[in-house]
């Protein structure tokens, strides 16, 4: 991707990268925010650099797996498509917050526009942060009040359900719109893609309820179930990365 296309790109469409950028501050916002507040014993304290190292590294694997998404066409229009970048980013949740998994977020989305560029007029990408972090946020804020296999499961479970539901809501209220406006391209040929694949899509609402949600509701289920099998091995790999340095000052001392 050419950096001077992806400019060009920003600046045609700078009212929608501004709500993008208020979008993302409003969410690292209220990340912070819980672990000042109801996470403030809970979330693990590991110097700035080793924190960003995890994000950066985190944030790369997750951009890898985005770039390998496809789509379901069976079930949605080709422009929605399912991928399982919110692994790593939920491992990170886990680990490091909801402020780190939000950070993880933003790193593979920025990876990922400076590597593929955007299809969508970032309104794709906008999407993809912002029901990303739908699934991650709670789910890494409601694991962190007890660290438990149990309440891992709680987590997973609420975030997949508040990101089908939010998800829904947000592409037929404001995604969907936008991506109409921005293009040129009519609410009812939108539609009309789902109704190609569902005879029982007839109108945003209906396309939103039969796509988006069952599409989020996959996503969020495999996300989950990889993540109950794959976070102690990561996690104690992690931990031990980011506990080396004050290994090492201690022994010295």
């Known amino acids: 991707m050419n950096i001077g296309n992806l400019i060009q790109q920003v600046g045609e469409n700078l009212q929608f990268v501004l709500v993008c950028i208020l979008v993302v501050a409003a969410l690292a916002a209220v990340s912070k ?10 979330v693990a304290r590991v110097s700035s650099t080793k924190y960003l190292a995890v994000c950066g590294m985190l944030g790369a694997l997750a951009c890898v797996l985005h770039v390998l998404d496809f789509p379901l066409p069976f079930l949605a229009p080709e422009f929605y498509k399912l991928d399982f970048s919110e692994l790593p980013v939920m491992i990170g949740g886990f680990i490091l917050g909801p402020t780190g998994a939000v950070i993880i977020e933003l790193v593979k989305i920025l990876l990922k526009l400076v590597l593929k560029g955007t299809s969508t007029a970032f309104v794709g990408d906008l999407a993809n942060f912002v029901v990303g972090c739908a699934l991650v946020v709670p ?6 009040l007890k660290k438990t296999k149990k309440c891992a499961i709680v ?28 293009y040129g391209l009519p609410l009812e040929t939108i539609v009309g893609m789902g109704t190609a694949i569902n005879k029982n899509i007839n109108s945003v609402t209906a396309l939103v309820m039969f796509c988006v949600f069952p599409l989020n509701l996959i996503k969020g289920a495999s996300v989950s179930v990889l993540t109950m099998l794959v976070y102690k091995r990561i996690s104690v790999f992690l931990h031990n990365m980011m506990t080396e340095g004050a290994r090492r000052k201690r022994a010295r001392a």
Do not use: Q, W
């Not at 925010?33 to 809970?42: G, P």
């Not at 997973?156 to 921005?182: C, Q």
């Open 33 to 42: 925010a819980a672990e000042a507040t109801i996470l403030r014993n809970n």
């Open 155 to 182: 987590s997973l479970t609420a975030g997949t359900l508040i990101m089908a539901g939010f998800g829904t809501i947000f592409n037929a209220v404001y995604l969907l719109p936008a991506f109409s406006k921005l």
């Open 139 to 144: 789910a890494s804020v409601i694991y962190h």
